[in-house]
Structures are given as structure tokens and as C-alpha cells.
């Protein structure tokens, strides 16, 4: 969703014409076309991918970056026939507006019974038939730090955090050079994650009654602590390094490398496809990976309260007026060995088929081992345009304004006109 793959430059980019609406001029009329917001070694990871099936046929890669709307709105034979949707959630509202093709239940099942777990059965379904098929999931709930530096520091092992202990960490680094946390709030969907994650916390009832209701009042207790959690995060004096104005001009990648490269933060909140760049961070830093990176996952409210564990992930779609190889390479695509080449060359990628057997990092193999039991699912991916740029991303990047750099007198205050602005959102688009 968003930038968050249209920044991933850590590696390889490869050239491929660019996509423009509302006709996305390609080249062979014959290839089957697959719309993707990925960039750099993302992108390059795919087309391993693509190479390892095999095809009787060809295919086009059309990088949409943040625009993957233009894909349902393009027009011509050069438009895209599948899309990698990153927001599983629109599925359904694309399917009722008729502007995909379901998918063959045999792509969803086999003699063991269904290849996906329950939550993308839930939301890839309409009508009683699948309109979309997992391709790559995702883990929202990591923590990468660096564990020279927590050991530097002596800021102990952060497996078993709650926030609180974030806050006492904070305080232990205040006199120093460095700061606890990156954050990349260049980037909306990061301060979504942040609070998806501090919200799933506090409440999972809250947070699934956000996810599912079609109507959602935002004014509620669970609401309320998820925003104040960041506002003691974020508004800490001594929070992130260069403080909220250097925070805000950061992207992901950017983010990533401050820990890892710069090493100006311990730590930062990133899902598991920050991996290549983790690694690339490291190498770039003169040091060796198994002596640097940790994952842990995202701190609880309180020691006796839940972890929280979200997945995310790319879905694949088909269009209306696609050609009838696209369901063919849909097939492929879902097949338990398709996704191997990126898992086992480039990482930073998690299969939701559960019949994949992959060799996964160190890094990746617990969120692998578990991300499958998981029922929470990436709120903003689920909730329509209330979860985007003029929704939450803007809430919360005005939130974090407001608070940041230590300003704790007007948290509450802030928590009032973020809520405010959610359900004025909500009610807009009635």
C-alpha cells in the first residue's frame, strides 16, 4: 500500500516501462500483464520468480508504484490483466463493482483441503466464490534492533517489552549521541502499522470491530489509549534522532539505515520485508549480520496483556476483461513452490500457501513457523479510504506534528482532534 514498496530501492532495479493512466502503454498485446507496486529488489525478486515458471507465455511487469487504482481504471489491451493488490480488503467492494474475474476453486484447494488460512478466506471471498489468491503475506508486528548497540547500552533483551519499557529506554538514551527508535513517518503506512499495532494491544475486541464494521465510530476507550500510547512514544523529548522535523522527511528505507548504517537508533518497527535492506544496512556498516540484527516482536501493554501479531499482504486479482492465460498464470503464481526463488535469494518474503516449504532466514523463520494462526489483519488495508492517505496517514502524521519533541501538554487535546477527524471521515463518506 502506498510507498511502502515504491521506496524499497535497496537493490537490483530493473528496467521496465512505466505505467500511466488511463491507458498503460505496454508492448507485446500477447503477454499477459501483471500490475505490481513494487520497486527495486522487490521487483527484482518477482521477476525471479516469474523466470522460475517456466511460461509457455510472456509477461509484462507494469510498476504502478502508489497509483495501483489505475489498474481498474485503465482502458485498451494494455492494461493490466492481474494486479498484486496490497489491500487484500478492497477484494470484495472490487468484486461487487464487478471489475474482477473470480478464481477457480481449485486454486484454493487441493485433496488436503484449503492451501490459505482462514482470515484471507474471509476477506478474499464474495458471493460465495474466491475473487483473489494470496501471494505474499506479511508480518506487521517485528521489531528489528541492534543488538551491539542494546548491548552497548546496556538496554537488555527487548523479546519481553512492554511499552512502558520503551519509555524507560528512552530515558536511558537520553544523554547519549543515539535515540531508541527510527521512524519513517515520510511514509503514512508506517504510522498506520505503529498504531495498528499499539491498538491491537489495548484492545483485540475494539480492533476487529473497527475491521469489520461498515459504519465505524472511532470515539472509544481502546481508541483513546492506542493514541495515547504514541503520544508517550512519540512525544518523547528524546524519542527518534533529529527529533519529529528529521522523522517526518524519513522514508522507510532511510529509517532502516539509521539503525543498521548510521546507527543513530536502536531499533525500528518494520515488517518482514525490510529484510534486504536490513542485511544491506549491515554489510554497508563493515559488520557481519549474525553478529548485528535482532528481531523482536511488538511490545505488549502490560506484561500479563497479549503481544499483538498482524499479517498483512499482497493479494492476486484478476480482471474483468483479462485474457484467459491470466488465471493460467495465477495458477502458477499460487503454486507452493512459485514463491522459493525470493524467499531463498532475496528474502524478506513470507508465503501464505501452507503448503510452501521454504528455507527461510534465521531473521523470518519464527514469523514463517506462526504468521498462518494469526486472525488480526492489517486494519487500514481492511477499512477502505478512511485507512489512506487522506484518512488515517494524515491523522496521524498531524498527530505525531502535534505532540512530537516532547510537547506532552497537548496529547490530550491532539487525541480529541485525531478522533474528531476520523469519525468526520467516517461520516463524510456516508
Known amino acids: 500500500m502506498g510507498t511502502r514498496r515504491a521506496v524499497l530501492q535497496a537493490g537490483l532495479v530493473v528496467p521496465l516501462a512505466a505505467a500511466c493512466a488511463p491507458d498503460l502503454l505496454l508492448g507485446s498485446a500477447d503477454a499477459v500483464r501483471v500490475g505490481v507496486s513494487w520497486s527495486g529488489s522487490e521487483l527484482a525478486a518477482f521477476h525471479a520468480v516469474v523466470d522460475g515458471l517456466h511460461l509457455g507465455f510472456d509477461v509484462e ?73 494470496p501471494f505474499k503475506a506479511a508480518d506487521k508486528s517485528l521489531v528489528w534492533f541492534d543488538r551491539q548497540q542494546f548491548a552497548a547500552y546496556h538496554l537488555g533483551d527487548p523479546t519481553e517489552w512492554t511499552i512502558s ?21 515520510a511514509d503514512g503506512w508506517v504510522l498506520t502499522d505503529f498504531f495498528e499495532n499499539a491498538l491491537l494491544a489495548e484492545s483485540p475486541r475494539i480492533y476487529d470491530e473497527l475491521a469489520s464494521e461498515s459504519v465505524r465510530e472511532w470515539d472509544n476507550p481502546a481508541v483513546r489509549a492506542a493514541f495515547g500510547h504514541l503520544g508517550v512514544l512519540w512525544g518523547h523529548r528524546h524519542a527518534f534522532p533529529g527529533g519529529v522535523g528529521v522523522t517526518l522527511a524519513r522514508q522507510f528505507p532511510d529509517a532502516i539505515r539509521d539503525v543498521f548504517e548510521q546507527r543513530r537508533a536502536a531499533a525500528v518497527v518494520a515488517p518482514d520485508f525490510a529484510e534486504p535492506i536490513v542485511r544491506s544496512a549491515v554489510r554497508a556498516s563493515g559488520r557481519k549480520v549474525q553478529d548485528v540484527v535482532g528481531v523482536a516482536p511488538f511490545p505488549s501493554v ?98 505525531l506534528i502535534a505532540i512530537g519533541d516532547g510537547a506532552q501538554t497537548r496529547v490530550a487535546e491532539s487525541i480529541d482532534r485525531a478522533i474528531a477527524a476520523l469519525d468526520d471521515f467516517e461520516r463524510r463518506r456516508r
Open 61 to 133: 511487469v507494469i510498476p504502478l508504484g502508489d497509483n495501483t487504482d489505475t489498474a481498474f481504471t485503465a482502458g485498451g489491451r494494455s492494461a493490466p490483466d492481474v494486479v498484486m493488490l496490497p489491500q487484500a480488503g478492497r477484494v470484495r467492494e472490487l468484486a461487487e463493482r464487478r471489475k474482477l474475474r473470480s478464481i477457480a476453486e481449485t486454486v484454493w484447494t487441493d485433496e488436503n483441503g484449503t492451501r490459505y488460512a482462514e482470515p484471507w478466506q474471509r476477506l478474499l471471498r464474495y458471493d460465495g466464490k474466491p475473487f483473489g489468491v
Open 165 to 185: 519499557d520503551w519509555v524507560d529506554r528512552m530515558e536511558v538514551l537520553a544523554q547519549s549521541p543515539n535515540r531508541l527508535l527510527a521512524l519513517a513517518a
Open 302 to 399: 502490560t506484561a500479563v496483556q497479549g503481544r499483538p501479531k498482524i499479517v498483512g499482504g499482497d493479494v492476486m486479482v484478476v480482471l474483468q476483461q483479462a485474457s484467459g492465460r491470466a488465471n493460467e498464470l495465477v495458477e502458477k503464481l499460487a503454486g507452493a513452490d512459485a514463491p522459493l526463488p525470493w524467499i531463498e535469494r532475496y528474502g524478506g518474503f513470507l508465503a501464505p500457501n501452507l503448503r510452501t516449504v521454504a528455507d527461510y532466514s534465521p531473521l523470518l523463520a519464527p514469523s514463517a513457523g506462526e504468521l498462518n494462526t494469526r486472525s488480526a489483519f492489517d486494519l487500514s488495508d481492511r477499512i477502505g479510504a478512511v485507512g489512506g492517505r487522506e484518512g488515517l496517514w494524515r491523522v496521524l502524521t498531524e498527530f
